[in-house]
């Protein structure tokens, strides 16, 4: 059997090629896996042609306990449609019958075994799988975890974003990217970033150069990757520009279709940018657990408001 090996951040597990080596060649284009389950039995009002399919322990004991025929019924109904690939995982090698073996090569799918728990390898590979089909951008930029949110920090060149994710890692919170943020979009509409290849962990501070924030800071100074849930973007302060005063409206900006919450933050000389970008971190967690400073204001000067109206209406009927 030919050894194949399958590599991702997280894992890496080995394939053994069992038959239908013609079918190598065959596109992968839906990132999630399915296990056939009831479509052995007939069942295929849910099935998915286009996932690859894992069967386990109980697929296989099922279609042992068939007689030969109906074990080529049961293959042959899904092979025909046209799946893009088998995988077999048991924590025990499983020979297959030279009948499984035929159907297999006869429709060009290859099939792999991967000793293992089912659902371990399942989790393992729906990663792998998310990672080398979901759909990617870029944005230049810095990501860091601030208080485990994801903050994406954007801006023109030279307006200070990586000076202040110095001050910020300084702090104790993390790089993820710096310069060019690699952006995946996950189902469910969720967004990791990470950082190119070349770059990763490195940083430019004008005036000192490249620096390696790992090699300065330590390991707990920098992540892999991370779910974008903040974007900042800082922007010249202009006298006459348009800032958020209040905070009371909420705004959002949109990558790759999904929005994500989005504050604005003007840099001017002696404003300390590190530090309101991790105060914007801190209030969005507040929001992301229901608490609105900005509103709570509002609403209690909206209510002291109410009586002192009607006192000024009082006196104006009595006079």
């Avoid at 099939?111 to 870029?138: D, H, N, P, W, Y």
């Avoid at 959002?252 to 590190?274: C, F, H, K, L, Q």
Wanted: net charge negative; proline share 5%.
């Amino acid at each position: 059997m030919e050894e194949l090996y399958a590599h991702a951040p997280h894992f890496s597990f080995k394939l053994s090629l069992v038959a239908g080596e013609a079918g190598l060649n065959r596109k992968i284009s839906a990132p999630l896996i399915q296990r056939p389950g009831v479509a052995l039995a007939g069942f295929m009002e849910n099935f998915h042609p286009d996932r690859i399919q894992v069967i386990g322990r109980t697929e296989i004991d099922y279609l042992f306990s068939l007689p030969e025929e109906q074990q080529r019924q049961a293959l042959a109904r899904i092979l025909s449609l046209g799946v893009p690939a088998v995988m077999v995982a048991t924590q025990e090698r499983v020979e297959f019958p030279p009948l499984w073996s035929e159907l297999f090569e006869l429709a060009g799918i290859p099939v792999f075994f991967c000793q293992g728990k089912s659902r371990e390898v399942i989790s393992a590979l729906s990663e792998f799988m998310e990672e080398r089909l979901s759909e990617k951008t870029s944005r230049h930029g810095v990501l860091l975890e601030i208080l485990e949110l994801g903050v994406l920090v954007l801006g023109r060149s030279g307006i200070g974003k990586s000076e202040s994710a110095l001050d910020l890692v300084n702090r104790g919170h993390r790089l993820v990217a710096d310069d060019l943020v690699e952006i995946r979009f996950y189902h469910r509409g969720v967004l990791r970033g990470r950082a190119a290849s070349p770059i990763k962990y490195h940083m430019e501070i004008r005036g000192v150069g490249i620096i390696n924030i790992q090699d300065l800071f330590g390991v707990s100074a920098i992540r892999e990757e991370k779910e974008i849930d903040l974007v900042i973007e800082l922007v010249d302060w202009e006298p006459e520009g348009d800032y958020e005063r209040l905070g009371l409206d909420e705004k959002n900006t949109e990558i790759m279709g999904v929005p994500i919450p989005y504050v604005r933050i003007p840099v001017s000389p002696g404003r300390n940018i590190a530090t309101i970008i991790e105060v914007a971190a801190r209030n969005q967690l507040l929001k992301n657990m229901g608490h609105y400073s900005a509103r709570r204001l509002d609403q209690v000067l909206s209510r002291r408001s109410v009586p002192e109206a009607a006192r000024e209406g009082k006196k104006r009927d009595e006079a």
